[in-house]
DNA sequence: CATGAATGAGTATTCATTCAT
DNA sequence: CATGAATGAATACTCATTCAT
């Protein structure tokens, strides 16, 4: 693609990492619908359209596929939601607009979203996929705690508030995932508007 | 063996539901924490104190274990949610009184809940668990419905609206389960209050 | 078979003994003429009778059987050749009961003879079966520096006259099982005697 | 490539010829410890510093390497013990010479010894590798039975009094390498006149 | 009825070999 | 010629299921 501007010199460059795109790509398709214990590696290979023994050369063990797979979702929903950080003065706005970036990439990335909160738990994820969660949680938690502090939200204990906020998201993905139409633009501002009412002083 | 000295005792016929329970307790506990492919029969056996062989007495399959399984606990949800169902003339008790009686259920079955959650669009749950699963929708949608028509619920899709309730529901309890510690009373109407000031009108 | 004794028993307790043992035996077949890694576990269960399952029922993995034989027949080999360890008093008596004790045993098991010499110091080996070995040459080595010091043998390294004499009566078991021919009592006699000459005084 | 330019120098034949050697040279080192099956084809080709496509251009698989490794150093080791074979009057000359070259031999590449040893007998050496084994064999087996004509050695089988020998001799290098230090040129003659003593009429 | 030893189909993983560069 | 990424057949090992006791 973008690549006219190197042109001239072969795609070296991309040799094994489209393998490893196509690997990461078949492994979320299948891990979203069919559970991590319920795809076999021999399957992502063949969705992948590769040999099932390059998988092995990618990637040290299936379960070092889905830790990997993990944080690099992480990471993208990270970035898609958090990147340009400039918390708006008010909780209003900061809700909106955090809302609208996560309906954003839960719209153009349906199964990461999906399979970020199916993995969410997973005994198979190790520490640093662990931790890169953690991190995540504690920088939600400060905000929320600091507009509480301003009487901008309910005076409730924050995990709740988020699990609220969080779980009501998810569930609307999920759902829309199950029945596989994307939700309108309409519909995104409309569950925004129910979940500030929720959460709002 | 010695059955004949006993064959006027009809209790003993439970014996084997002793077994039966045993079985599915076991296998629910597993099948929250481990998942469907994550749990094996020998696990499911040796926590139930049973022999692995029994547990073939009693289901045909581990996957038809997991749909007894299923089936069971949301007729238990149902029951506990539904019954004396006399739907009371404003949306805003009805609410109070399902989210209470959710909370309730999930409070004292928490396992029983996440698993609902987990296996909700399992590809292994045959066609008569999930015919279950959609009498239930269909009920409570007939019910947003009426109350969209009393102008007391948002005017938005009843699916959307109860996406999100759902899902803000299943967010807490999920949240309460890792953090193994149960909510308070205050917690919990604290959400309901959350939750209704997201859907109604 | 010679459980006359407790014939109204049923043999419960070999319930499992017979296989562990059929997989045992057919496990040394099978490395001795192929080796450790040209061995495949199949082959073992086909060999053995047993379904490739069982043998992981018996053994945790394929490293631990080729070490619970190696200790088995090791062990085997020092019961038959020290027992009843009472060293005669001249070196002459004890080379010979030394050397018919090990061609008896390497004529009656000569596969376990030649596996435990092939596996000497294979890698797979772990830590208690290396101390077995060990345990053993420490016993040989203190009895010949022992008939030294008495002027009975040659005043060469130790281990040297051991080398010689393990290895000459090592290559004569390989030649014979080579030759698939067992050597007569008379030409076990003519290489003790050829031996002892080697290293007497 | 830019072989054009050099296509009238012959000795570039010879960098091939290079190549070659390191990977017999890197195969041999790891067949004799950890066998042939125990060695992964990748192995050889990293000690070889070669890539392992390149293996293939010089040997057919990886059986046909072991072949002709066996093969080459099998031949290397009747090279070096027979050359110059004018057999010497006496069978004390005769055996000291013998022994003197082994022991040269296998001081000198202690790892060809070893090889051979090890897969003398195994199933994958192919009909030319046994016949080549087995005319080293018919040589000496003349030579002893003539000694024994001469009532130089003892009237016992030549096979037996071979394996007591070559047994010996390997019992010896094996228990050098094991202990990874060289025998001295005192303990070789020590062995030598042990050996002597075990044969001699 | 209950058991758990036995099974073998199925899974993750390795490795000899090929082939595009 | 040389390479090493890619492959898939083969291997160690697991586990749902059966069945003799």
Same mark, same amino acid.
């Given at each position: ?33 069919? $559970?991590?214990? $319920? ?13 099932? $023994?390059?998988?092995?050369? =990618? ?6 596929? #889905?830790?990997?797979? =993990?944080? /690099?979702?992480? /990471? ?10 400039? +918390? ?21 990335? +349906? ?12 005994? =198979? ?31 409730? +204990? ?6 609220? #906020? ?15 139409? +994307? ?19």
């Amino acid at each position: 693609m973008a690549n006219a501007t190197t042109s001239n010199r072969p795609s070296l460059r991309h040799i094994g990492g489209d393998k490893r795109e196509a690997i990461m790509s078949a492994a979320l398709d299948l891990f979203v619908d069919r $559970g991590f214990f $319920g795809t076999t590696v021999p399957e992502i290979a063949e969705k992948a359209n590769v040999g099932a $023994g390059t998988i092995y050369r =990618y990637f040290d063990s299936k379960e070092a596929l #889905v830790n990997e797979l =993990y944080r /690099q979702e992480k /990471q993208r929903f990270a970035t898609n939601v958090i990147e340009n950080w400039t +918390p708006p003065s008010g909780a209003r706005e900061l809700f909106r607009t955090l809302w609208s970036k996560m309906a954003k990439f839960a719209t153009q990335h +349906p199964k990461s979203f999906v399979f970020l909160e199916l993995h969410h738990h997973a005994r =198979y994820l190790d520490k640093a996929s662990i931790e890169l969660e953690q991190r995540m949680l504690a920088l939600f938690t400060g905000t929320v705690i600091a507009a509480q502090a301003r009487r901008e939200l309910k005076d409730a +204990p924050p995990r709740l508030l988020m699990a609220l #906020v969080m779980g009501a998201f998810v569930g609307v993905v999920r759902n829309c995932v199950e029945m596989s139409e +994307p939700l309108t633009a309409a519909d995104w501002q409309t569950a925004e508007q129910c979940m500030w009412e929720a959460i709002r002083a």
